[in-house]
């Protein structure tokens, strides 16, 4: 909200000169994203609707009469708006005296244009004589945003990804808008931030996954079990997505930080199993026994590193106040990653560590 100016999740952003070209192009752009499947809360920032009182000098009546239009400016000041007639002291305190005429002699346009304008030679004239009054509807604010005026349109997003309607409201935007030269539109709030995170995550999560396996190589001197163990990750992955697809949630910045903070748990227990089945192979154990032995010998310790994690946000994953939208994606990939991952370490990864390790088998390990 900050640094968009806007609370909403989708802010399109229209920039231009004119404001009557800006309000209708932001018109189209609100009718286009109203008709989309999706779309709530859709409004525009209003800038026209402001009555004013428009007054045009007529300079050739001004210089007949022999005034200045200086002259009727000021009396149209006064009128309206009020002059500086002197100060008046209470003790130290000095407070401006202000003039201007009185309510039933402003309120109307009619009433102002009843107001007297002294020539030079004393006499008095309407100011209706010297210009013309008219009411009109203005701008009531200008926006304003890298030195160019800019119109908002706001929008939220239910029932579908942001990312997937944005794409969809930029195609629809861009056939069916006609820009005038010059003008162009943006599209950020929340979308912008999520979109700036996302492209940061690109690069953060291959990296992440990178140093997992470096870390693993480094304890098990082994490029065959570090990457048997971080087979773990896609385990965990299945169980994420499968959990926001059931709950009808969209991959968002809070559910990728859930599977960065998943893959740790998932890999954990990977080196929990497997350095365990590595120990008892030490002590001369065959293979396919080595693996059943420590399979069973490490079913508490890997259910219980689950069940600790998992139970621990089952209170984000039923949330549903302030914050929700941040606590229940991270929940949901952490809970439901879990789940699978653990069910698959101790299942599948006993069978891949046989097939990763049949052609290595030490004579020691024959049965």
């Not at 909403?8 to 109203?34: M, T, Y």
């Not at 709530?40 to 009546?61: C, F, Y």
Request: net charge positive; proline share 4%; no cysteine.
């Amino acid at each position: 909200e900050l640094i968009s100016g806007v609370r909403a999740q989708l802010a399109i952003k229209v920039f231009g000169d004119h404001l009557d070209s800006l309000s209708r192009v932001a018109a189209d752009v609100e009718g286009i994203v109203q008709r989309m499947q999706g779309a709530k809360d859709v409004q525009s920032e209003q800038v026209l609707g402001q009555p004013q009182l428009l007054v045009h000098i007529d300079r050739t009546a001004v210089a007949r009469l022999g005034l200045n239009v200086e002259d009727v400016q000021n009396v149209i000041r006064t009128a309206i708006g009020g002059a500086n007639a002197g100060q008046v002291f209470e003790g130290q305190r000095r407070f401006d005296i202000a003039v201007r005429y009185a309510e039933p002699f402003r309120a109307t346009a009619q009433d102002i244009a009843r107001a007297q304008v002294a020539t030079p030679e004393g006499a008095r004239v309407p100011l209706s004589q010297v210009a013309t009054i008219e009411e009109t509807v203005g701008p009531k604010q200008i926006s304003r945003e890298a030195n160019q005026r800019r119109i908002v349109i706001q929008a939220n997003v239910e029932g579908r990804d942001l990312g997937g309607f944005v794409a969809e409201a930029q195609r629809e935007v861009q056939r069916a808008v006609s820009l005038p030269a010059g003008y162009f539109i943006t599209w950020g709030g929340q979308f912008e931030n999520q979109r700036r995170a996302m492209a940061r995550l690109a690069i953060i999560v291959p990296v992440t996954i990178a140093l997992i396996f470096l870390l693993l190589f480094g304890s098990f001197n082994s490029v065959r079990q570090a990457g048997l163990i971080l087979l773990n990750v896609p385990f965990a992955l299945i169980g994420g997505i499968v959990g926001l697809f059931v709950t009808g949630q969209y991959l968002s910045v809070p559910a990728s930080v859930g599977f960065i903070a998943l893959f740790g748990v998932a890999v954990l227990n990977g080196v929990v199993l497997v350095t365990y089945i590595n120990q008892v192979r030490t002590e001369g154990v065959p293979l396919q026994e080595a693996v059943v032995r420590g399979t069973l010998l490490r079913l508490r310790p890997v259910l219980m590193t689950a069940l600790v994690a998992s139970l621990g946000l089952v209170p984000l994953l039923l949330a549903s106040g302030a914050g929700s939208e941040i606590q229940r994606p991270l929940a949901t990939v952490v809970v439901g990653g879990l789940i699978t991952s653990t069910l698959l370490t101790l299942l599948v990864l006993p069978l891949l560590y046989v097939a990763f390790e049949r052609k290595h088998v030490t004579s020691a390990e024959l049965p």
